[in-house]
């Protein structure tokens, strides 16, 4: 490279270069908590086809819980347990609440099936994520969040029932194995996180 192309490389380095230290920037975002799930950043793809990290979460209240669209029994009940649970909160908590399901089956439940069921479900994309993974990934995070599965013979999962409630730095605040019904200590677990400042 000639002396010419040199300095013009270099001046246009510096033209879009900050003149401030870029360490600067990352030093004001705090570091994760050790007991965090979002330690673990795992590839997801949302109902829209839209690739997202799992500790995108980081910075607000968050409902978590996993199933799979073809389920015919307990993961709708999930979704229904979910759905009573935020009718349960005053509405201006229940706007700040974001849900995340993500599918246990990882070659199934393609973004395009997932927009479908939650359409069919008459559920609000806007405050909730339905997110498919690569296997590995849904493994990774089942284990983060203590819920157990397996896939069976017939190609459906065995799986707990649980909705877990992370806190804005992604901490387990509270879980629940109640499904059908209002838990109302979990409830009051989210309202609590909620009305955190």
């Not at 230290?21 to 997801?44: E, M, N, R």
């Not at 994309?125 to 203590?146: C, F, K, Q, S, Y």
């Amino acid at each position: 490279m000639n002396v010419f192309l040199r300095v013009a490389l270099a001046a246009a380095i510096a033209a879009t270069t900050p003149s401030w230290p870029l360490h600067a920037a990352v030093a004001t975002i705090p570091a994760l908590p050790g007991d965090s799930v979002y330690q673990l950043d795992a590839a997801l793809t949302d109902q829209d086809g839209h690739a997202v990290r799992f500790a995108e979460g980081r910075g607000k209240p968050r409902l978590v819980s996993m199933f799979y669209s073809s389920c015919p029994y307990m993961c709708p009940l999930i979704i229904d347990t979910i759905k009573q649970t935020e009718h349960a909160l005053p509405e201006a908590a229940r706007s700040r609440l974001e849900v995340l399901m993500i599918s246990l089956d990882a070659e199934r439940d393609t973004p395009a099936k997932l927009k479908d069921m939650a359409a069919h479900r008459h559920i609000d994309t806007a405050r909730w994520t339905l997110a498919n993974a690569e296997a590995v990934d849904v493994r990774r995070i089942a284990a983060v969040l203590g819920i157990q599965y397996r896939q069976l013979q017939n190609r459906e999962f065995s799986h707990s029932s649980v909705l877990v409630l992370l806190d804005a730095d992604g901490r387990i605040v509270a879980r629940t194995e109640r499904m059908g019904e209002v838990d109302r200590d979990f409830v009051a677990a989210v309202s609590r996180l909620l009305a955190a400042p």
